[in-house]
């Protein structure tokens, strides 16, 4: 009895602790060079991709400041290195959700909510050095074959099984089902794990720190968690696996990826300064995307975190956004002060003045209000609102 | 989170049986005519074609070298057609920077339009609200707005024509199965999968003229007399068309 408990305490450890014991992971292979697609399967493949690719370069979503092109291609560099750099074209997209992929032609998509989620050269490196391993690694292809093989096998069991219509064969064909489409997502989130390993292996051998490769999963983690709670929701789980899920989950991922990190490079550079330097002109706009996803505890955590490393007036502002677009009356109040602080750092920016004039007047302070309006329309007198205020101005009986 | 989402959805969604497709249709525009002759001049821009099998599963499996060869049978087809409908195909400049964005907008506008009407006013019932009045009284009313007039290569032509074409050609497989299962079971599977469209835009107002939407083309692109077949099929209604219907049946 006492033997069975330890067996399963021993064994619940085991699965516990198993990623965690995953060793450092090793450093790429050698490079093979330009690759170009074999057979027809990749060559077809290829050929797809490289008709959206093409579609890709024309898109309105593209962002093209080549200085911000240019940062986010050097990161990947530092992480692959340079020789495998130059497979890659990468496009930054502007789209406020945490994402980025890869194509198996070499087309990499950057998500700029990524880039708002990144707090340093080595975690923006980590993924995108994750990406670059599906690509080196063409799970592309090999997920494509093994869709084939199993809905192949899905559609033969489906014709046997409909030959014999008792009660037990529909039974076993879904049995078949379920096995294929469970080892089909069970592929996928193996790929994710391979990508995570050579990842963190193009960082252990970069110049760049590879414990970031964690924290990219813990922060995610935190938003998450802030997310729900702000919603009402139970707090959410990060070490169950659903069925349908394509990627491994968040909390393996974490402890995976710090085991993977090479203890060694603990004491390098991050590259957070340059970071924050590069995203500078780009922070404000995509805080502004994010918080049009109306996702309050996730926009905060995000703010607040940003603002560890010092509150500015871009932050300050965008809170102000957050808690004015949220509108209850304690919002408002809170707002007014927030963009107060981004007023104080800096007084030039108009839309603070802006925001502060409309959330006084719906906190009963119609002349601090009006006040605020006039200061802004007096920095930005081409606004597009601009008559849409100037109303405002007027229609309390107060001129100009 | 990266990558994957859609693959897995897309393997969800494979074994769905694809509806059979409805019969092909096409409208004109009430208000357009072109007679024939008309020495009118059409700009193409890149035709989306998209040729491969399908496995036995029913997964497309794209082909590089039948899309090449299928895109440059259907090009010549093209011009030949249009010159014997007495008009003249200009194939659309390459395009670069604000122009290709522009471009690539009013592709992707084009197929959406083109995808609404194919739901909405020909094959199935779920109507537009706003388009149930013009359903009944026949009316085809669809526009991409005027801003065509600046695509690029729009100013020396009069309309743009917009094709699509995907085949996917039942792999042995596929074909296995299909007679498996009507001999055995006698379920109907269907191999291959070959739907075209085909859109007629007036550069000037950016009013859809013509549009021919069919989910079960005839011809194989991949060779030269399939792909004549093919257009003549995507043209067979073309305004002022003196192209035999009966031909290809």
């Given at each position: 009895m006492r033997r069975a408990g330890a067996m399963v305490a021993g064994a619940l450890a085991a699965v516990l602790a198993g990623p965690a014991m995953a060793e450092v992971a090793p450093p790429p292979p050698p490079y093979v060079g330009a690759y170009q697609p074999q057979g027809v399967d990749e060559i077809g493949l290829w050929r797809e991709f490289d008709e959206s690719e093409r579609r890709l370069a024309a898109s309105e979503l593209v962002i093209r400041d080549e200085k911000l092109n240019a940062y986010v291609r050097h990161v990947l560099c530092d992480t692959v290195g340079t020789d495998r750099c130059k497979a890659v074209r990468v496009y930054i997209m502007r789209e406020p959700t945490f994402n980025a992929n890869m194509s198996s032609n070499g087309t990499m998509r950057v998500f700029s909510g990524l880039l708002l989620r990144m707090r340093s050269e080595a975690e923006l490196g980590a993924i995108l050095g994750h990406e670059f391993g599906h690509y080196e690694q063409r799970h592309g292809l090999k997920l494509f074959k093994a869709r084939r093989t199993g809905t192949d096998l899905l559609a033969w069991s489906a014709l046997l099984a409909s030959m014999a219509p008792s009660y037990n064969v529909r039974r076993s064909y879904a049995d078949v089902q379920l096995s294929v489409y469970g080892n089909l997502f069970r592929y996928s989130r193996d790929n994710e794990r391979e990508a995570d390993r050579l990842g963190v292996g193009y960082l252990n051998t970069s110049k760049l720190r590879p414990q970031a490769a964690s924290a990219v999963w813990q922060n995610l983690m935190a938003e998450i968690e802030a997310s729900s709670r702000s919603k009402g929701l139970s707090k959410p789980r990060f070490n169950a696996i659903a069925f349908t899920a394509s990627h491994p989950p968040e909390g393996e991922r974490a402890l995976t990826m710090a085991a993977l990190a090479d203890p060694d490079g603990a004491s390098r550079d991050d590259g957070a300064d340059r970071y924050r330097e590069a995203m500078a002109h780009w922070l404000p706009i995509f805080l502004d995307d994010q918080i049009k996803l109306n996702d309050f505890g996730a926009s905060d955590y995000l703010i607040q975190s940003l603002a560890a490393s010092g509150w500015t007036a871009p932050l300050w502002f965008a809170r102000g956004e957050l808690y004015r677009l949220r509108g209850q009356q304690r919002d408002l109040v809170n707002a007014a002060e927030f963009y107060e602080s981004a007023i104080r750092l800096d007084t030039a920016l108009a839309d603070a003045h802006r925001g502060l004039g409309l959330s006084l007047i719906k906190t009963g302070r119609p002349t601090d209000g009006q006040a605020a309006l006039r200061k802004y329309l007096e920095l930005?007198?081409?606004?597009?609102?601009a008559a849409m205020i100037r109303m405002m101005l007027t229609k309390e009986g107060v001129t100009n | 989170m990266f990558r994957g989402i859609a693959l897995a959805v897309a393997a969800a969604l494979c074994l769905v049986v694809v509806p059979v497709a409805a019969q092909e249709k096409s409208a004109v525009r009430q208000d357009f005519e072109l007679a024939s002759n008309s020495g009118k001049k059409i700009l193409v821009f890149h035709p989306s074609v998209r040729v491969g099998s399908q496995s036995t599963g029913g997964i497309f499996e794209p082909n590089a070298e039948w899309t090449d060869r299928a895109r440059t049978n259907i090009q010549a087809a093209l011009e030949k057609y249009q010159k014997q409908l007495g008009n003249a195909v200009i194939t659309a400049p390459e395009a670069y920077g604000e122009d290709a964005r522009n471009l690539e907008e009013h592709m992707q506008l084009f197929g959406a339009v083109s995808q609404a009407v194919i739901e909405y006013q020909f094959f199935v019932g779920n109507r537009l609200p706003t388009k149930k009045r013009d359903n009944k009284a026949n009316i085809f009313d669809w526009s991409l707005g005027a801003s065509v007039a600046d695509l690029p290569g729009a100013k020396d032509a009069d309309y743009a024509l917009f094709i699509y074409n995907k085949d996917a050609f039942g792999s042995t497989g596929r074909k296995v199965l299909q007679i498996l299962a009507a001999v055995g079971p006698g379920i109907a599977v269907k191999s291959g999968e070959h739907q075209g469209f085909a859109g007629l835009v007036d550069l000037r107002t950016g009013n859809l003229l013509w549009l021919n939407a069919d989910g079960q083309m005839g011809g194989d692109p991949r060779e030269v007399d399939g792909s004549e077949k093919r257009v003549r099929q995507l043209l067979e209604d073309f305004p002022g068309s003196n192209l035999d219907k009966d031909a290809d049946k």
């Open positions: 930005k007198p081409e606004a597009s609102d | -």
